[in-house]
Protein backbone atom coordinates (compact mmCIF):
# COMPACT_ATOMS: atom_id res chain seq x y z
CA UNK A 1 0.00 0.00 0.00
CA UNK A 2 1.42 3.34 -1.33
CA UNK A 3 1.17 6.04 1.23
CA UNK A 4 -0.38 8.39 -1.52
CA UNK A 5 -3.70 8.69 -0.13
CA UNK A 6 -4.88 9.05 -4.07
CA UNK A 7 -3.74 5.38 -4.39
CA UNK A 8 -3.88 4.86 -8.29
CA UNK A 9 -5.73 8.35 -8.91
CA UNK A 10 -4.76 11.33 -10.43
CA UNK A 11 -5.26 14.49 -8.79
CA UNK A 12 -7.46 15.49 -11.15
CA UNK A 13 -9.90 12.04 -10.81
CA UNK A 14 -9.61 12.92 -6.89
CA UNK A 15 -10.27 16.91 -7.32
CA UNK A 16 -13.63 15.79 -9.34
CA UNK A 17 -14.58 13.12 -6.57
CA UNK A 18 -13.91 15.37 -3.40
CA UNK A 19 -15.70 18.11 -4.94
CA UNK A 20 -17.75 17.02 -8.11
CA UNK A 21 -19.21 19.80 -10.54
CA UNK A 22 -22.80 19.97 -11.35
CA UNK A 23 -23.87 17.15 -9.00
CA UNK A 24 -27.85 17.29 -8.84
CA UNK A 25 -30.93 17.37 -11.09
CA UNK A 26 -32.16 19.44 -13.46
CA UNK A 27 -35.90 20.18 -12.68
CA UNK A 28 -36.87 21.19 -15.94
CA UNK A 29 -34.22 19.44 -17.91
CA UNK A 30 -34.88 19.05 -21.88
CA UNK A 31 -33.50 15.25 -21.55
CA UNK A 32 -32.25 12.53 -19.33
CA UNK A 33 -29.61 9.73 -19.86
CA UNK A 34 -30.01 6.63 -17.44
CA UNK A 35 -27.19 4.17 -17.95
CA UNK A 36 -25.71 1.36 -15.47
CA UNK A 37 -23.38 -1.28 -15.30
CA UNK A 38 -24.65 -4.50 -13.64
CA UNK A 39 -21.17 -5.64 -13.57
CA UNK A 40 -20.42 -3.20 -10.58
CA UNK A 41 -23.42 -1.49 -9.75
CA UNK A 42 -22.47 1.89 -10.90
CA UNK A 43 -25.76 3.83 -11.98
CA UNK A 44 -25.14 7.65 -13.87
CA UNK A 45 -28.63 9.90 -14.26
CA UNK A 46 -27.26 12.83 -16.62
CA UNK A 47 -29.34 15.60 -16.97
CA UNK A 48 -29.11 18.64 -20.09
CA UNK A 49 -30.87 21.58 -20.77
CA UNK A 50 -30.59 22.57 -24.33
CA UNK A 51 -31.06 25.89 -25.89
CA UNK A 52 -30.26 26.52 -29.67
CA UNK A 53 -28.90 23.09 -30.57
CA UNK A 54 -26.43 24.07 -27.73
CA UNK A 55 -25.97 22.32 -23.93
CA UNK A 56 -26.58 25.17 -21.97
CA UNK A 57 -26.28 23.32 -18.68
CA UNK A 58 -25.61 19.73 -17.59
CA UNK A 59 -26.16 18.03 -14.07
CA UNK A 60 -25.68 14.48 -13.12
CA UNK A 61 -26.81 11.90 -10.10
CA UNK A 62 -24.03 9.10 -9.91
CA UNK A 63 -24.42 6.26 -7.77
CA UNK A 64 -21.13 4.44 -7.72
CA UNK A 65 -17.11 5.14 -6.40
CA UNK A 66 -15.06 7.73 -6.89
CA UNK A 67 -14.27 7.00 -10.69
CA UNK A 68 -17.58 6.90 -11.47
CA UNK A 69 -18.55 10.09 -9.59
CA UNK A 70 -15.13 11.99 -10.82
CA UNK A 71 -16.06 10.56 -15.05
CA UNK A 72 -19.51 12.05 -14.27
CA UNK A 73 -18.14 15.03 -12.91
CA UNK A 74 -15.65 15.97 -15.67
CA UNK A 75 -18.10 14.84 -18.47
CA UNK A 76 -20.50 17.52 -17.27
CA UNK A 77 -17.95 20.16 -17.77
CA UNK A 78 -16.43 19.04 -21.12
CA UNK A 79 -20.06 18.77 -22.60
CA UNK A 80 -21.31 22.52 -21.22
CA UNK A 81 -21.58 24.87 -23.75
CA UNK A 82 -21.31 22.61 -26.73
CA UNK A 83 -23.53 21.38 -29.66
CA UNK A 84 -25.22 18.03 -29.53
CA UNK A 85 -23.19 17.26 -32.08
CA UNK A 86 -19.81 18.27 -30.81
CA UNK A 87 -21.28 16.55 -27.28
CA UNK A 88 -22.17 13.50 -29.09
CA UNK A 89 -18.19 13.09 -30.18
CA UNK A 90 -16.84 13.17 -26.29
CA UNK A 91 -15.55 9.65 -25.89
CA UNK A 92 -14.50 7.81 -22.82
CA UNK A 93 -10.54 8.16 -23.86
CA UNK A 94 -11.41 12.02 -23.78
CA UNK A 95 -12.80 11.87 -20.51
CA UNK A 96 -10.38 9.58 -18.93
CA UNK A 97 -7.35 11.75 -20.40
CA UNK A 98 -9.49 15.15 -19.36
CA UNK A 99 -9.21 13.43 -15.59
CA UNK A 100 -5.31 12.47 -16.19
CA UNK A 101 -5.89 8.89 -16.52
CA UNK A 102 -7.67 6.43 -14.82
CA UNK A 103 -6.63 2.96 -13.55
CA UNK A 104 -7.55 0.27 -16.14
CA UNK A 105 -9.99 -1.84 -13.59
CA UNK A 106 -11.89 2.19 -13.51
CA UNK A 107 -11.80 2.75 -17.37
CA UNK A 108 -15.32 1.15 -17.73
CA UNK A 109 -16.81 4.36 -15.85
CA UNK A 110 -15.69 6.79 -18.15
CA UNK A 111 -17.55 4.07 -21.17
CA UNK A 112 -20.33 5.13 -18.37
CA UNK A 113 -19.92 8.79 -18.62
CA UNK A 114 -19.84 8.28 -22.50
CA UNK A 115 -23.00 6.27 -22.61
CA UNK A 116 -24.82 8.39 -20.26
CA UNK A 117 -23.78 11.48 -22.65
CA UNK A 118 -25.17 9.79 -25.65
CA UNK A 119 -28.67 8.24 -23.91
CA UNK A 120 -29.17 12.24 -22.99
CA UNK A 121 -29.13 13.11 -26.22
CA UNK A 122 -30.75 10.50 -28.22
CA UNK A 123 -33.26 11.25 -25.71
CA UNK A 124 -33.69 14.74 -26.17
CA UNK A 125 -33.68 13.95 -30.01
CA UNK A 126 -36.59 11.58 -29.47
CA UNK A 127 -38.55 14.57 -27.46
CA UNK A 128 -38.44 16.45 -30.58
Same mark, same amino acid.
Given at each position: ?13 ? %? ?9 ? /?? %? $? ?17 ? /????? %? ?12 ? $?? /? ?10 ? %? ?13 ? $? ?22 ? $? /? ?7
Amino acid at each position: MSDDMNGPYSEKVM %DHFMEPRNMGD /IK %D $ADAVGTVGNPACGDVMRLY /IKVED %DKIKEAKFKTFGCG $AA /IATSSMATEMIK %DKSLTEASNVTNEAV $AEALDGLPPNKMHCSVLAQEAIEA $A /IKNYKEKK
